[in-house]
């Protein structure tokens, strides 16, 4: 090999070696080197700034642990005492600290990996932290965030639910002298206008209180307060009485509602009065949505993993993915023409999803924009028992 080639090599190698620093001293890490005893080697300009410094001067051949970058902090020394002795052994080892820097406390994810020659003998150590302050701040945010929407959630179902029991006396007073008006007690109406108004108040009076009795689970639910008096239940009865209980007003507006129903149907561990609240809230719906001469269709099913579905389907309007989200958020009602003509409070689905879920099952909604609308309702199979 001629001088001029060993000259080239020569070139290369420190080629190489400079652009090697350059990555090392100018990457957003800090990175340093260390003997397999945790003595300091050397370190990278990104960690040298961080204390103040342009070399390593005295700190060369200092023990880690005993430098700037970790006297403010006798918990963390003993952390990395204890990681320095581990991968002196031949484990990768990482965790976070804090270290007070130019603008403050910051915080590092850490770590030290140990290297090893080609004989397998580990020869240095080199610990590499990554300033996670950010991150930090980014999580103890959504945390604060997190935790005043539960403060305020809290606070705005305990405002619900008093003021619903306070709007709950006067009202049932209201309901209570309508029907005693009604049944004759003191006399008959003087006119037939006032035998139609006495019936306005009552019925107005009762549509009231289902929407504060509906406020109130809701508000129960949400603060985890809500709870079920669970037994065996026949799932094909309950339908059949909240088909019969929805029937006059589905005849008024000529719509057909049909129940598939099975022979020997499984019956469900549930509490029977949400489980048939769940069951009407759907079928009001459906009807409520279904133009003349549709069709609202009840079916039950268990799926190849055990689980008990109650699907209602409807050949109603339907809604967007837009109107499903809308639908199901408290007092949320779709925007169509129909549903404007129609009374209802926007908290039927949402309270229906909510028991659902304390059935510890799930509500799933799939519709199409004037085909109709189908939800189906599943119950887990640990619920389901045997007739």
Same mark, same amino acid.
């Given at each position: ?9 020569? !070139? ?9 620093? %350059? ?6 890490? *800090? ?9 300091? !080697?050397? %370190?990278? &300009?990104?960690?040298?700034? *961080? @204390? ?57 994810? *850490?770590?030290? =990996? ?6 397998? #003998? @580990? ?11 950010? &991150? ?8 604060? /965030? =997190? ?5 305020? #959630? ?99 507006? $000529?719509?057909?509602?049909?129940? $598939?129903?099975?022979?020997? *149907? ?14 009407? #809230? ?5 009807? =409520? ?30 809604? /967007?993915?837009? +109107?499903?989200? =809308? ?8 925007? %169509? ?5 129609? $009374? ?9 999803? +909510? !028991? ?32």
């Amino acid at each position: 090999m001629s001088l001029n080639d060993i000259s080239q090599q020569l !070139l290369e190698v420190e080629d190489s070696n400079a652009r090697m620093r %350059a990555i090392f001293d100018n990457t957003y890490e *800090f990175i340093g080197l260390l003997n397999s005893e945790g003595l300091l !080697l050397e %370190a990278n &300009r990104t960690a040298l700034a *961080f @204390i103040g410094r342009d070399s390593l001067g005295t700190l060369l051949g200092v023990h880690f642990a005993d430098t700037p970058w970790w006297e403010h902090d006798a918990a963390g020394r003993e952390l990395l005492i204890d990681a320095i002795d581990r991968a002196g052994k031949g484990e990768f080892v990482r965790f976070e600290t804090t270290h007070t820097g130019p603008e403050g406390q910051i915080y590092v994810d *850490f770590s030290i =990996k140990p290297i090893h020659d080609t004989s397998g #003998n @580990i020869v240095y150590l080199v610990p590499e932290g990554r300033d996670i302050t950010s &991150r930090k701040q980014a999580e103890a945010a959504v945390l604060r /965030s =997190k935790m005043e929407a539960e403060t305020a #959630n809290r606070a705005k179902s305990e405002i619900l639910t008093n003021m619903s029991h306070e709007l709950r006396t006067p009202l049932n007073a209201v309901i209570g002298f309508s029907e005693t008006l009604q049944t004759g007690m003191f006399g008959s109406p003087p006119t037939p206008k006032f035998a139609e108004y006495i019936n306005d108040i009552h019925n107005a009076g009762l549509h009231l209180l289902r929407i504060i009795n509906d406020i109130l689970d809701v508000s129960a639910i949400d603060a985890g307060k809500l709870d079920l008096y669970e037994e065996t239940v026949s799932v094909r009865d309950v339908i059949v009485a909240t088909i019969r209980l929805i029937s006059p007003r589905a005849d008024r507006g $000529e719509v057909a509602v049909v129940y $598939e129903t099975q022979p020997d *149907f499984p019956h469900l561990r549930a509490d029977e009065r949400r489980l048939k609240q769940i069951i009407l #809230n759907l079928l009001s719906n459906a009807v =409520k949505f279904t133009l003349k001469n549709g069709i609202v269709r009840v079916s039950t099913r268990i799926t190849s993993e055990g689980r008990m579905e109650i699907i209602v389907a409807d050949t109603g309007i339907g809604m /967007s993915d837009d +109107g499903i989200a =809308k639908a199901l958020s408290l007092f949320g009602q779709v925007d %169509a023409g129909l549903a404007r003509r129609h $009374e209802g409070s926007g908290l039927g689905l949402p309270l229906t999803k +909510g !028991l659902v879920e304390l059935h510890g099952g799930t509500l799933a909604i799939a519709s199409v924009m004037d085909v109709g609308t189908t939800v189906t309702v599943t119950f887990p199979a640990e619920r389901v028992e045997p007739v």
